[in-house]
């Protein structure tokens, strides 16, 4: 399935990368387009048979998919500068811009559209990759799907949900990563090296993550487990609840919605 990338910066390069990667489409199908040769070169050493170029009509011609994965105040002059034909598939990375505002610079109002947000754990294949569509049938939005499920997991949303589910996962990565920076602090204080703290928090909280997903069980279920009576867990615990741990958390969210 012939697809363009328009844009080969940190989100472009990383999901050529998975797609080149996945089963799906093979790196010989795939044509990213930037105008910089710097970025270009790098993912054409990793994967010599991608095609690359600086002309984004050139990337778009005959693709059956299209994914714009440029910054958000440059989509829609990129847009109006392309030629899109109807049975084409527009995908768009730009977080904030909505399918309405997308058909205002296209020629094609009614052509079939997605929304994507993933984070930036794509760039590890272990993306929450937000999908909301527009004009699409069902074999479509598996097909979505099915591509970024390659790279992560993929959820399939209505369009006024993804304020909210971006707030979670597109800008949540960075509240778990400030998790793992103030107990790495922590473990340095009480004597550990930032390399082995480090390594212990982010193995802890993968090994946190893997027990909800593999297991479908609540956080609630297996933090009981942990919390013996009497025990240190539950001391470390409460200190967090009195200090406004969950507060925070969810004002955090909240305010980035």
Partial sequence: MKT?????????????????????IPASDITI???SQ???????????????THDNQEAVNGAALVIFAVKPWLIKSVLRELKLKSKQILISVA????????AQSVAEKEMTMFRIIPNTAISEMESMT????????????????????????SMLLPEE?????????????AYVLKYIQAAMQAGIETGLTPHDSMRMVAQTMKGAAQLILNNNTHPSVE?????????ITIKGINELEHAGYSSAIINAIKKSV
Avoid: W, Y
């Fill in 38 to 52: 710097d970025k270009l070169d790098a993912l054409a050493a990793e994967f010599p048979a991608l095609h690359t």
């Fill in 95 to 102: 977080a904030g811009i909505s399918f309405e505002e997308l």
């Fill in 130 to 153: 937000l999908i909301a569509s527009r004009n699409a049938t069902k074999e479509q939005e598996q097909l979505m799907l099915d591509v970024f499920n390659q790279m992560g997991i």
């Fill in 161 to 173: 949900k993804f304020a909210a589910a971006t707030a979670l996962t597109s800008c949540g990565i």
């Fill in 223 to 231: 933090i009981d487990k942990v919390c013996t009576p009497g025990g």
């Fill in 33 to 35: 387009s930037n105008p």
């Fill in 4 to 24: 363009a990338i328009i844009g080969a910066g940190n989100m472009g390069g990383s999901i050529a990368r998975g797609l080149a990667k996945g089963s799906i």
